[in-house]
């Protein structure tokens, strides 16, 4: 049946969703361009479906921020560049939604998975959200921490960056372990506007399931070809504000 296809949970196409969302941003730093110094706090809140119809049926509720600090600045006065720091730490929980739902008893408050697809669910994206991580989709909860050094090699052309994030994520609701995963390394991202690529070395670890730390495989410099060994290539589009 086509139209089964089309509203499956796991299709690869699109859902018809009416969608309500509200959110609050309060910047407080310096500048928006060659930020020296503040914060970005936000908070999100998206209703689907429910009441307003619709195929997709969730509730999306984010929150974070991020604190920038200078560490240091080169240069003569004329082609200063900083260096600079900034940390940040971003949380969002998919919630039950209540609707119609024929396939599970009707009216009711029905799990975010029987309501939107895997690709409305929280993921891990490996390239700016757990860095040289595989794709992971059909998450309910997703808490994404980082710390980032940025310096400037041609000022607003091309940065060096060295970060390390960790990243816990759960599928169900009811879970009471979460899953981290970690990634440090370094790199470099082009700042031309509309061409945001970002080119880094990862190394990667993991602790699932409340299971002890462990390093994962990566092809370079990994010449015993070692399970924990090495390191990863990766190439992101990078959402970065410094």
Known sequence: DPFEKLTSRYHDGW??????????TW?????IQETTKGYVLNTSFTY?????????????????????????????????????????SNASWMLKQYYNNSEDNGWGWHDPHLGATKYEMLYIDGMTIARGHNIIYDQVFLWDN?????????KNVLNAEVFASATA???????????WYFAA??????????????FYLVKN??????NSFSWTKGSIFNSSNRSSGGM?????ISTSLI
């Open 146 to 154: 980082m710390v980032e050094l940025s310096y400037p090699l041609l």
């Open 15 to 24: 859902k018809w969703s009416n969608k309500l969302s509200v959110g609050v």
């Open 27 to 31: 910047d407080g730093r310096d500048y």
């Open 48 to 88: 689907a479906g429910g009441f307003l119809g619709g195929l997709s049926n969730y509730n999306k509720f984010s929150t974070g921020g991020a604190f920038y600090h200078k560490i240091a600045t080169f240069g003569k006065p004329e082609n200063r560049k900083n260096l600079m720091f900034c940390v940040s």
């Open 205 to 210: 670890g993991v602790s699932l399931n409340g």
């Open 185 to 198: 390394g370094f790199g470099v991202k082009l700042k031309i506007s509309g061409f945001p690529l970002g």
């Open 232 to 236: 990863k290539f990766v190439l992101a």
């Open 169 to 179: 994520i759960k599928k169900e609701l009811q879970d009471n372990k979460l899953n």
